[in-house]
């Protein structure tokens, strides 16, 4: 499975900003996430769905703000992001979680990446 991730760009403190992440055949069965690294740190857990996308999970740092979504059908998941500041500036990864992982917070769990789309929030 192939990813894209898009929809980055410049935005203003407060401002909101939808991520795509298209696959490149079916990620029916695969729990999907997205991970952020800013410059200078490690990748960092967002948010995660579950293949059928009845269960969400969202780090501290953005929940309330950010919200994940997949559509199966079109193969693409989402991250809607909200009230943005610049502590969310960071490159933007999705992926697609093992089918042999329980784990959706770690990096290492994860198989297939996009190759990450740049979120830079202006103060």
């Known amino acids: 499975v192939q990813l894209q991730a898009s929809g980055g760009g410049l935005v203003q403190a407060g401002g909101p900003l939808r991520l795509s992440c298209a696959a490149s055949?079916?990620?029916?069965?695969?729990?999907m996430g997205w991970f952020r690294q800013a410059p200078g740190k490690e990748r960092e857990f967002v948010a995660a769905i579950s293949w059928g996308g009845r269960t969400t999970y969202y780090a501290d740092s953005i929940k309330g703000r950010f919200t994940i979504s997949r559509d199966n059908a079109k193969n693409t998941v989402y991250l809607q992001m909200g009230a943005l500041s610049p502590e969310d500036t960071a490159v933007y990864y999705c992926g697609a979680r093992s089918l042999y992982s329980s784990d959706y917070y770690s990096p290492a769990a994860y198989v297939f990446w996009g190759q990450g789309t740049l979120v830079t929030v202006s103060s």
């Open positions: 055949g079916s990620i029916s069965a695969y729990g």
